[in-house]
Each structure stands twice: as C-alpha cells, then as structure tokens.
C-alpha cells in the first residue's frame, strides 16, 4: 500500500508558477513510477507528466511540454511538478499517482492516487 498526498496547489494569475509537491508513504518508492494527472471541471482526467523509479526517464503531455518539469527525491520519497507560464486552462485538480514499474506510465494506469490539490489559474 501507498499513500500519496499533494500539496502546493492554490491560485496563481496567468503567466505565473507553481510547484507542487507529492509525498509517499513506504519504504521502496523508488520501485514506483509516478506521474500526475489532472482533472478539469466537466472534463476526463489526463496525463500530465510521469517519471520513472529511478527519476532517469520523464514523459509528459505533447500539449503541456516545454512548460513542466517533473522530478523526484527518493530519499525524502517526494515528487514534484514544476509548472511554469501557467494559463487559464491549465485549471484542473492535479492529482498525484504510483504503480509499480520499471518504466515511465503515459497513461492513466495507476495503481494509488492521492485525493488531488486544486490549480486555479486567473486571467
């Protein structure tokens, strides 16, 4: 079992920066690949960024590339999403997710979520 719980979100004008930040229950989180995924009002929810167990391959969205940076700290068993030149659609509860894997998940085929930290982008 893995508990996942995010933070870092909040309310941040267009143009600006956020991180946020997922903390992991456990003792083997560098096992897991992890990603996030968001969810917009009325929208399914989508694959943001993810990253292997070692922190040594990252994939991310065709859409949102050039402004994400996903990363890991295995010793503090965090991961993180830098997002930057944020904008009014990146509005979304971004969620925070693990599986088991050598490799980076593209999908939406995790095993843990966390309960999701609200972005809100203004205009």
């Known amino acids: 079992q893995v508990q996942l719980v995010e933070s870092g979100g909040g309310l941040v004008q267009a143009g600006g920066s956020l991180r946020l930040s997922c903390a992991a229950s456990g003792r083997t989180f560098s096992r897991y690949a992890m990603g996030w995924v968001r969810q917009a009002p009325g929208k399914e929810r989508e694959f943001v960024a993810g990253?292997?167990?070692?922190?040594?391959?990252?994939r991310y969205s065709d859409s949102l590339k050039g402004r994400l940076t996903i990363s890991r700290d295995n010793a503090k068993n965090t991961v993180y999403l830098q997002m930057n030149s944020l904008k009014p659609e990146d509005t979304a509860v971004y969620y925070c997710?693990?599986?088991?894997?050598?490799?980076?998940?593209?999908?939406?085929?995790?095993?843990?979520w966390g309960q999701g930290t609200q972005v809100t982008v203004s205009s």
């Open positions: 997710a693990a599986r088991i894997s050598l490799a980076v998940i593209t999908n939406l085929d995790y095993t843990y």
């Open positions: 990253i292997s167990g070692s922190g040594g391959s990252t």
